[in-house]
């Protein structure tokens, strides 16, 4: 069974200061698509950053970028000049488009402070 | 804004009742899932439909079960509720689901249910 772990259940950055999320997953399949999910204090589930597991160059969404270790089954997520803003729950997760369904695996999430 | 919509924003229900929740896909999204998030399990995938026609069960309870319409929103029931059902409840959704799908599932803004 495919599985997610994120072994910081939390984490604090100062302002416009850089902090990374770690994830590794379990999985036997080589095609699967990698994703951060960010979760503020409003609950909505907002897609952080997405991966293509055949892709060997990271995603990088503004200040947000990935460092994608496939062998390691690694997928660190780095917020660059944290802000505010990005104070929230981060979920890494995990999707294989084998699987004949679509579900999401998630982690347990990573809460995330930002201090002034 | 995902796009995606979610009925009622909060349920507050008493033990042994009966709820529907409801969600409207993003326009053009086939794929409709159902995911739980509660503070001892995480979040977890209950149920997936496509196009009107169930395709996926997850940790899904008997207790509870769901369906797509025609014009594609979804309504997940829930009955003889209990105590451990008080979660926010997620609908997500997607242009197509299958093997070999890449699109992205989008969230809604949940609802959050209550049981006292």
């Known amino acids: 069974a495919q599985t997610v772990t994120q072994s910081q259940p939390e984490m604090s950055v100062q302002e416009a200061e850089t902090v990374t999320l770690s994830c590794t997953y379990d999985?036997?399949?080589?095609?699967?698509?990698l994703f951060w999910y960010k979760q503020p204090p409003s609950r909505q589930m907002i897609l952080v950053i997405r991966?293509?597991?055949?892709?060997?160059q990271n995603a990088t969404e503004n200040r947000f970028s990935v460092n994608f270790q496939k062998a390691a089954k690694s997928f660190s997520l780095k917020i660059s000049d944290s802000q505010l803003g990005d104070a929230a729950m981060y979920f890494c997760a995990y999707r294989s488009p084998m699987n004949r369904d679509d579900k999401i695996i998630f982690g347990k999430g990573t809460r995330l402070h930002i201090l002034p | 804004d995902s796009g995606v919509t979610q009925t009622p924003k909060h349920l507050i229900t008493a033990t042994g009742q009966r709820v529907t929740l409801r969600c409207s896909p993003r326009?053009?999204?086939?794929?409709v899932y159902w995911y739980q998030q509660s503070l001892d399990q995480g979040l977890q995938f209950l149920i997936q439909?496509?196009?009107?026609?169930?395709?996926a069960k997850g940790n899904i309870l008997e207790r509870f079960s769901a369906q797509q319409f025609p014009d594609l929103h979804s309504e997940l029931n829930l009955s003889s509720l209990e105590l451990g059902d008080s979660a926010l409840y997620f609908c997500?959704?997607?242009?197509?689901?299958?093997?070999?799908?890449?699109?992205?599932?989008?969230f809604g803004p949940g609802t959050r249910l209550t049981v006292l």
């Open positions: 997500a959704s997607s242009v197509f689901s299958g093997q070999g799908s890449t699109d992205t599932q989008y």
């Open positions: 439909y496509y196009n009107g026609e169930e395709r």
């Open positions: 999985t036997s399949e080589s095609d699967y698509y």
């Open positions: 991966q293509e597991a055949y892709k060997q």
């Open positions: 326009s053009g999204d086939l794929s």
